[in-house]
Each structure stands twice: as structure tokens, then as C-alpha cells.
């Protein structure tokens, strides 16, 4: 079964760094689309950041240029640099993976059929 298994959240304080992982398995599916997800109190699930295995890469308007997505083909790894952060940045964040196809919807939740345990990432 596909597990997706998150680290490296924390409290940190404002305009401070983090760098989330997702390590993936039992993946074997063909080509992928991994995402980054958060949900912070009070809200809906927004998507952050999305990979594929091409490199090519999307970003929510709210973290493009702080946050980095990056992947770790060897370890089965997908990163998250998350540089510059606000408060506004504290939520739950999730990986999720979906088949990568034509017309994906990076953004919407119920297209990922696969998620995380989530890691708490604090700003103050």
C-alpha cells in the first residue's frame, strides 16, 4: 500500500526557516503528481506546492517565492523549503500523490487518493 509519511515541522518564529519532507512507498503507479497541503485553524485545505516527475513544479500564489519544492528521487523523497515564514503560515501540512494525467487538478483535494499523517508547522 502507498504510505506517505511527513517530518520536520516545528514552531519557529517569524521570517524563520523550515524544511518539511515526505518520504513515499509502495508508490508504483507510473508517473506522479506529489503536493503539499495545509490546513491551518479555521480554514479549508489549500494546496501549496506540486511535483511531478518531469520537475515540473507549481505554487500557490500565497508561498510563491518562499517556498521550494524539491524531490529526492533516490530516497523516494519530496521536500519543502519554507523560507520567510508569517504567521499566517501556521497550519497542519500534508503530502499527497495522485497519478499524474492529463488535465490534472493539482488543487483539488478529493483528486489525491493518497496522504499523510500531516506535521504541525507553528509561526509566531
Known amino acids: 500500500d502507498v504510505q506517505l509519511v511527513e517530518s520536520g515541522g516545528g514552531s519557529v518564529q517569524a521570517g524563520g526557516s523550515l524544511r518539511l519532507s515526505c518520504a513515499a512507498s509502495g508508490y508504483n503507479y507510473g508517473r506522479y503528481c506529489m503536493a503539499w497541503f495545509r490546513q491551518a485553524p479555521g480554514k479549508e485545505h489549500e494546496a501549496i506546492a506540486t511535483i511531478d516527475g518531469d520537475g515540473t513544479a507549481n505554487y500557490a500564489d500565497s508561498v510563491k517565492g518562499r517556498f521550494t519544492i524539491s524531490q529526492d528521487n533516490a530516497k523516494n523523497t519530496v521536500h519543502l523549503q519554507m523560507n520567510s515564514l508569517k504567521p499566517e503560515d501556521t497550519a497542519v501540512y500534508y503530502c499527497?500523490?495522485?497519478?499524474?494525467?492529463?488535465?490534472?487538478?493539482?488543487?483539488?483535494?478529493?483528486?489525491?487518493?493518497?496522504w499523510g499523517q500531516g506535521t504541525q508547522v507553528t509561526v509566531s
Open positions: 499527497a500523490v495522485q497519478r499524474l494525467h492529463p488535465g490534472v487538478r493539482w488543487k483539488v483535494i478529493g483528486d489525491y487518493p493518497h
